[in-house]
């Protein structure tokens, strides 16, 4: 287990502590190590706590970059088929500098781009940032067992592994959503993309979220479906 927590915006964010503040509320997902990073533009960071399974040396920390293609990210989870994945990967011209599944994502990633995803086996919940696309890439695993949870306001996106990093930040309103209040109190629980809280969502398991930090704009899509069995 890991934690994540991250904004992107299509302008810059004036207020980075939060985001200090944020991870630490992360602590007990990642005791092992801690990261932070912001883009030179300082309309994106990504800071992550850090449990340490696959590769236990400092090769794993992230936020992770592949400086040369632009791209950098946080993963929560494990990828099971890392390393038959990497030796494919390596018979298309890539060279790894760790043992960590989560360079194994990136590098995919930067091979397959969003299709990288039909090749994952595995639980994750990660984003990626695209410095030449000036995109981030968020994605939830199929069966949604790594929570995310994300806020659009102001054509800035706010996102985390935990609803109380995202309180840190002061600015958001916190707001009650009374139909998640009513499915709470009938079933106990908060179906769906639903939360809690007013204009915050949960990924939704099997989706990914596309956010543009030139518009503002943002796409979800599904990139599983579950079988379906005809009687």
Request: glycine share 6%; aromatic share 0%; hydrophobic share 25%.
């Given at each position: 287990m890991c934690g994540l927590v991250g904004v992107a915006s299509i302008k810059g964010v004036n207020d980075r502590k939060w985001l200090t503040s944020a991870c630490k509320t992360l602590s007990h997902r990642g005791p092992d190590d801690t990261g932070e990073w912001w883009s030179k533009d300082n309309r994106v960071g990504m800071a992550h706590r850090r449990l340490s399974i696959v590769d236990l040396s400092s090769?794993?920390?992230?936020?992770?970059h592949l400086t040369d293609r632009g791209l950098s990210i946080i993963f929560?989870?494990?990828?099971y088929n890392h390393s038959e994945l990497r030796q494919q990967l390596k018979l298309l011209g890539h060279s790894f500098h760790s043992q960590s599944d989560t360079e194994v994502l990136l590098v995919a990633y930067s091979e397959w781009g969003k299709n990288c995803l039909s090749y994952l086996n595995g639980m994750f919940a990660f984003a990626i940032y695209d410095s030449i696309k000036e995109e981030l890439f968020i994605a939830r695993d199929r069966a949604g067992e790594k929570p995310l949870f994300y806020r659009i306001d102001n054509k800035t996106l706010y996102f985390a592994s935990?609803?109380?990093a995202l309180l840190v930040n002061q600015s958001l309103?916190?707001?009650i959503d009374m139909e998640s209040l009513d499915c709470y109190l009938a079933m106990g629980y908060i179906p769906g993309d639903l939360c809690i809280l007013e204009n915050v969502n949960k990924l939704p398991s099997g989706h990914t979220l596309i956010f543009d930090c030139k518009t503002g704009n943002s796409i979800l899509n599904n990139f599983w479906k579950p079988a379906s069995f005809d009687s």
């Open positions: 090769s794993a920390h992230q936020p992770m929560n989870g494990e990828i935990e609803l109380k309103p916190r707001r």
